[in-house]
């Protein structure tokens, strides 16, 4: 297999040597590294250009004509990789020694996965580690696995790629749907050791509890989501469902058979009417939505999320602002 690094860059003269650095001193050397830049107006790519002379591998640089964003972006760099393997890359991260050869090894022990994300330790600007990562942190605040969507610490197959491009839309962050499309098809592998820091700073393009470098009181995120409004988040989810299940229509997924294709779908649309059903549920005083979730709970539709603990959470939920009338997929049983 040879080995893609997809970066994308946007004013990150800060850091960038420091990652750039971590590239040449894997044990497994890259055999490319594909940088697109969204318009920096600092010295990025001076700093890049200049480490690429001395580079053991190859650097190929894109300067986008006009900001394009970050999923954009990111996009851009992905659509120019050319190699098996390809790796993603943000510009203020640090990668540990062996993170190419393992990710590697996993692909090749793992045939029919097209997707590896790794764990990551989290550390601040000066790449303090802080002893904690990003999956202990999800862990311990009580997240599914699934919800572990960061960019940084995936690798797709070139396969994947040409499956998963172009993004669905504008609004859909690229790791969120690289990692979505292959939890939804079972074509994910989930490395839990860490293989880089994950530099918490001022200029982080992303924030989250997972991404702190003090582990997450479980407490605090019990009282956070008890009682906060999720219906947002389904939505989203929906969406992202019904992308992924577009997809799988007009796009033939590497290494499955159409009786895998099924099987994702069925499994899509179990979720689809979740969703549905727990939108329909909030959005109603909570004597009105108590039958619906005994209906969805008595069915084994919970069994998507987290069983009599999600259907409890749906029963304290404020009431939701959104319409009485049930979404297209959810019938009462």
């Avoid at 539709?301 to 603990?309: D, T």
Wanted: glycine share 4%.
């Amino acid at each position: 297999m040879k080995l893609s690094i997809a970066m994308a860059t946007y004013n990150g003269a800060q850091y960038i040597e420091e990652q750039f650095k971590s590239f040449s001193a894997q044990t497994l050397l890259p055999d490319e590294l594909v940088v697109c830049d969204d318009c920096s107006t600092d010295s990025t790519l001076d700093i890049i250009e200049a480490l690429a002379r001395g580079a053991a591998f190859k650097v190929r640089v894109h300067r986008n004509e006009k900001r394009l964003g970050y999923a954009r972006n990111f996009e851009k760099a992905l659509s120019l990789c050319e190699n098996d393997l390809i790796f993603l890359s943000d510009q203020d991260d640090v990668w540990f020694p062996e993170k190419l050869k393992l990710v590697r090894d996993a692909f090749v022990s793992h045939p029919e996965i097209e997707v590896v994300i790794n764990d990551a330790e989290v550390a601040d600007a000066q790449l303090h580690p802080s002893g904690a990562t990003m999956l202990s942190n999800m862990r311990r605040a009580g997240l599914n696995d699934r919800l572990f969507i960061t960019g940084c610490c995936t690798t797709i197959t070139r396969k994947w790629r040409d499956f998963i491009l172009p993004l669905p839309s504008d609004d859909v962050a690229h790791d969120l749907w690289i990692n979505i499309a292959s939890f939804y098809t079972d074509k994910r592998l989930v490395l839990e050791r860490p293989l880089q820091y994950y530099r918490r700073h001022q200029s982080t393009a992303t924030d989250w509890t997972v991404s702190s470098a003090k582990p997450p009181s479980l407490l605090k995120v019990i009282m956070d989501h008890l009682f906060a409004d999720s219906s947002s988040g389904w939505t989203r989810t929906r969406i992202l469902a019904q992308s992924v299940r577009d997809r799988l229509a007009d796009k033939s997924p590497p290494h499955m058979q159409p009786s895998d294709v099924e099987r994702s779908l069925r499994r899509i649309e179990s979720e689809i009417r979740l969703l549905d059903g727990r939108l329909m549920a909030v959005s109603k005083s909570r004597i009105l939505r108590a039958p619906l979730i005994i209906s969805l709970l008595t069915s084994g539709s919970y069994g998507a999320a987290k069983g009599w603990k999600s259907a409890l959470r749906d029963f304290l939920a404020p009431r939701t602002q959104a319409a009485e009338e049930p979404p297209p997929s959810f019938t009462l049983r």
